[in-house]
């Protein structure tokens, strides 16, 4: 855990987070490694991007799971650098209290947790996300935002994956924003955990 201290003259405004001597830190140096996390005990399901495209959305995302007590997995490809100063922005000051754990590939998290269920959130499913009983070991797995990668139907229907669900939308509409999607499923997991751990 990092402490917060004066920022040196030299640190720019958007380095947000600093250890105890003003240096900035980034996600990066606060970073837990996949062991570790699959040992972790947590409140929450896990939370899974697969391979994200917009810095905005996983530095909102790492700011979930700092007041959320969740554990983010980002699987790479990433559509940016870690050091991107929209994550840095978006994420404000709970780079060092969020656990973020990056894969080099999707296997890499199927091996890591290899007890935990995987629940993917897709608009292709007929299962409304309120009809899951959620543990505190389920991954719940979000794909690339829209755009012009086309979607990764090998990740979120592939044979590691135990249940599909979808938020309700208007129809018409094409989706919500990709953290907003996250913060819907994990306050309605941690709601059904009783938000163990919250006040």
């Known amino acids: 855990m990092y402490e917060y201290g004066y920022r040196k003259s030299t640190v720019r405004t958007d380095e947000l ?3 105890a001597h003003g240096n900035p830190i980034s996600v990066v140096d606060a970073m837990l490694k996949a062991e ?3 040992k972790s005990t947590t409140i929450t399901p896990h939370l899974c991007y697969y391979s994200p495209r917009i810095p905005g959305n996983t530095g909102s995302a790492i700011r979930l799971c700092a007041v959320t007590g ?6 790479e490809p990433l559509g940016f650098n870690l050091h991107d100063t929209k994550l840095r922005r978006a994420g404000l000051d709970y780079h060092d209290m969020a656990h973020v754990v990056l894969h080099p590939n999707f296997q890499s998290l199927v091996d890591s947790m290899p007890g935990s269920r995987i ?3 897709t608009a292709n499913a007929t299962k409304l996300y309120t009809e899951v009983q959620y543990r505190p070991t389920d991954i719940l797995l979000f794909g690339p935002e829209p755009g012009d990668i086309p979607d ?3 990740i979120m229907g592939g044979p590691h994956v ?3 669900v979808r938020l309700p ?9 990709l953290t907003n999607c996250a913060s819907i ?11 163990s751990g919250g006040n």
């Open 70 to 75: 969740t554990i983010l997995h980002l699987v």
């Open 152 to 154: 990764p139907m090998d």
């Open 17 to 19: 987070v600093t250890d």
């Open 162 to 164: 135990a249940e599909q």
């Open 36 to 38: 570790d996390a699959a």
């Open 119 to 121: 629940i993917a959130f």
């Open 185 to 195: 499923a994990i306050y309605e997991a941690w709601r059904q955990l009783d938000f």
């Open 169 to 177: 939308m208007r129809p018409s509409l094409r989706s919500l924003n």
